[in-house]
């Protein structure tokens, strides 16, 4: 994790206690649910600059990236293709 990222991180656990209580970090940047909850509490119940550093966050997380689909899950990116064997035949 960079260190404008970890900033960002640490603010929002801190500010974001008045509205939510605790925020477990490990599982903030583990647990997909969890992290939604979290943010949703944040964007209904909290104060202007609460929701933009939340924002901030979310996109410094690559949260933001994907359209939401109906249950509420990211784009899930297309499957990587396997490598290609990159070695010449052996002799």
Known sequence: MDDTTFKLLTSFI???R???GPIDS???LKDAGYAREIFRKIE?????????LSLK????LGLLSGK???DGDAD???PKAP???KFGARS
């Open 83 to 85: 490598d290609k064997y």
């Open 68 to 70: 939401a689909d109906a």
């Open 26 to 28: 490990d599982r903030l």
């Open 76 to 78: 899930k990116d297309p």
């Open 44 to 52: 209904e119940e909290g104060d202007e600059d609460l929701v933009m």
């Open 18 to 20: 008045k509205v939510t």
């Open 14 to 16: 801190v500010k974001g």
């Open 57 to 60: 966050l979310r996109d410094e």
